[in-house]
């Protein structure tokens, strides 16, 4: 098993700036990647960006590229999202994700192709 906890969220305004962290504790060497989700009420939960734990591939939905940057620090276990230029389309519960890499065909932009998940962190975008 693997354990995530995500850290970070909160209130900004428009323009502004945030990063979230998600700690990685458990059975961490069976991890292939890990991701960003986000869910706005009444919204299906949707796919934000995620990195492969073992290189440097990085892969963003289009409404975040250029804005948002994922990255990790294996030594911590850790992946970090840092948010710029936020827009108020934004707001939403931030959810941490890590897949095990099993899926075959998987593109790992969806949900169903993650394995664990932290209990999410609230980021609110005022405009």
């Known amino acids: 098993q693997v354990q995530l906890v995500e850290s970070g969220g909160g209130l900004v305004q428009a323009g502004g700036s945030l990063r979230l962290s998600c700690a990685a504790s458990?059975?961490?060497?069976?991890?292939?990647?890990m991701g960003w989700f986000r869910q706005a009420p009444g919204k299906e939960r949707e796919f934000v960006t995620y990195?492969?734990?073992?290189?440097?591939?990085?892969y963003y939905a289009d409404s975040v590229k250029g804005r948002f940057t994922i990255s990790r620090n294996n030594v911590k276990n850790t992946v970090y999202l840092q948010m710029n230029s936020l827009k108020p389309e934004d707001s939403a519960v931030y959810y941490c994700a890590a897949t095990r890499g099993i899926y075959s065909s998987a593109t790992y932009y969806y949900p169903n192709e993650y394995d664990y998940w932290g209990q999410g962190t609230q980021v609110t975008v005022s405009s």
């Open positions: 990195i492969r734990w073992n290189g440097a591939s990085t």
């Open positions: 458990g059975r961490t060497f069976s991890i292939y990647a």
